[in-house]
């Protein structure tokens, strides 16, 4: 798979993303399906999505004991999606038990990646709640090897990461990053944003842009700008 951009469908009805794919009639987008929706609608809902013919990014995070997280992810194996995740703070341990349970079903396994640091733990969160003492940067660095070292695909990190993340892991370990808005938009929540532009040249393999798309007016045109400046 080359780059692509990856819709973020934070929904929690299947009704309203119905009506926000449902607009999408030529080119279906590569989506992402969280824990909201598929706690809301269950497995259904990855079918259904997938049989409209998108490729989907199932992020579940899984975090657990090897054993529980290898046979989770052999359940979800037989959803065929092509993505999926984990904490790489489940330890190496548990990352080889994750890719292990999914290469259960017969067929192409999905890629799997690992969430390093969530990008709502700032640096003094890190260190005085979770006593972990290196600088935040350095520690989505050494997770980031970890997961390599595990045999994953890639990272979850900031377009801004990505040039590193890929200069330690190699360039073909897949950065997928999130916290992506147009030059003109609203950037919300998120702390540090790119543009696609700036995230392609920055070298990410794949952004997941959420409210930049399903908010705007006309998400499938909002849709389309953001592969222009992305994939070119
Ligand atoms: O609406 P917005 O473009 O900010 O959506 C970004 C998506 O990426 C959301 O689904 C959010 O949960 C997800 N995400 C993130 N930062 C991370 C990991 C995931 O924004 N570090």
Known sequence: MGRDVIVACDFSRKEEVMRFLE?????????????????????????????????????????????????????????????????????????QAAMEGLK????????????????STSEAMMQQELLIGHPINETVMHYAKNTMESGLDGVVCSPLEAGIVHEVCGAGFLTITPGVRFADGDVGDQQRVTTPARAKEFGSDYIVVGRPITQAKDPVAAYLRCVEEFVG
């Open 104 to 119: 259960t079903a017969e067929k192409e396994r999905p890629l799997l990646i690992a969430v390093t640091q969530l990008t």
């Open 23 to 95: 607009q999408f009639r030529e080119k279906k987008p590569f989506v992402k399906i969280g824990m909201e929706l598929f706690y809301a609608e269950g497995p259904d809902i990855v079918r259904t999505i997938k049989s409209m013919g998108h490729k989907i990014f199932l992020d579940l995070k899984l975090h657990d004991i090897p054993n529980t997280v290898k046979k989770s992810m052999a359940v979800l194996s037989h959803l065929q999606v092509d993505m999926c995740n984990v904490h790489a703070a489940g330890t190496k341990a548990m990352m």
